[in-house]
T-cell receptor, first 115, second 113 residues
Framework: AQSVTQPDIHITVSEGASLELRCNYSYGATPYLFWYVQSPGQGLQLLLKYFSGDTLVQGIKGFEAEFKRSQSSFNLRKPSVHWSDAAEYFC?????????????FGTGTQLKVEL | KAGVTQTPRYLIKTRGQQVTLSCSPISGHRSVSWYQQTPGQGLQFLFEYFSETQRNKGNFPGRFSGRQFSNSRSEMNVSTLELGDSALYLCASADIQGNNEQFFGPGTRLTVL
């Protein structure tokens, strides 16, 4: 069965510092990979996605993520964090073929930004 | 295009009642998925509907059901509510060509007393 692990439940960074959120997945084949962000009381907003091709993908709000097949990882990065980035971040995987639109999510990483 | 809309945004019910939540997908999207989000279990997939047919189903009891209409709008129903059904219910829509890229609505916060 597929699974997604986000080992960091909470992360605190200072505004302007760099950020890396970790994500590892277990899947039968290379899945589609996503990062979503959720602000309190809100739905999920897609930050970026990996389907194929270049393993470094750029997303919105200055985020990027790197797919590493050998490590089954898809870590999210941002070079300089802004206070407005404080939110919860979810990594998710979805089937490439035959699985419809079912996403499996990690447990999320709560990001706190210190001013 | 307008985003995914969900109604109502907040709902309070008592144990044993039933509830119906509604989701209107982005115009042109034919796939609608539902997820339950709780602090203890996180985000869990409930089911997906595509062209009025259930295409995927998660591991939830039969009390959770859904349907999709010809205009792609979807409803989910929970019967015989339990305290543990208190959650944020998120709806997501996707274009068939979207490679699993789903767009989420703001959710319906259900509280069961």
């Amino acid at each position: 069965a597929q699974s997604v692990t986000q080992p960091d439940i909470h992360i605190t960074v200072s505004e302007g510092a760099s950020l890396e959120l970790r994500c590892n997945y277990s899947y039968g084949a290379t899945p589609y990979l996503f990062w979503y962000v959720q602000s309190p009381g809100q739905g999920l907003q897609l930050l970026l996605k990996y389907f194929s091709g270049d393993t470094l993908v750029q997303g919105i709000k200055g985020f990027e993520a790197e797919f590493k097949r050998s490590q089954s990882s898809f870590n999210l990065r941002k070079p300089s964090v802004h206070w407005s980035d404080a939110a919860e971040y979810f990594c998710a995987v979805g089937p490439v073929t035959g699985g419809g639109n079912k996403l499996t999510f990690g447990t999320g990483t709560q990001l706190k930004v210190e001013l | 295009k307008a985003g995914v809309t969900q109604t109502p945004r907040y709902l309070i019910k008592t144990r044993g009642q039933q509830v119906t939540l509604s989701c209107s997908p982005i115009s042109g999207h034919r796939s609608v998925s539902w997820y339950q989000q709780t602090p203890g279990q996180g985000l869990q997939f409930l089911f997906e509907y595509f062209s009025e047919t259930q295409r995927n189903k998660g591991n939830f009891p039969g009390r959770f059901s859904g349907r999709q209409f010809s205009n792609s709008r979807s409803e989910m129903n929970v019967s015989t509510l339990e305290l543990g059904d208190s959650a944020l219910y998120l709806c997501a829509s996707a274009d068939i060509q979207g490679n699993n890229e789903q767009f989420f609505g703001p959710g319906t916060r259900l509280t069961v007393l």
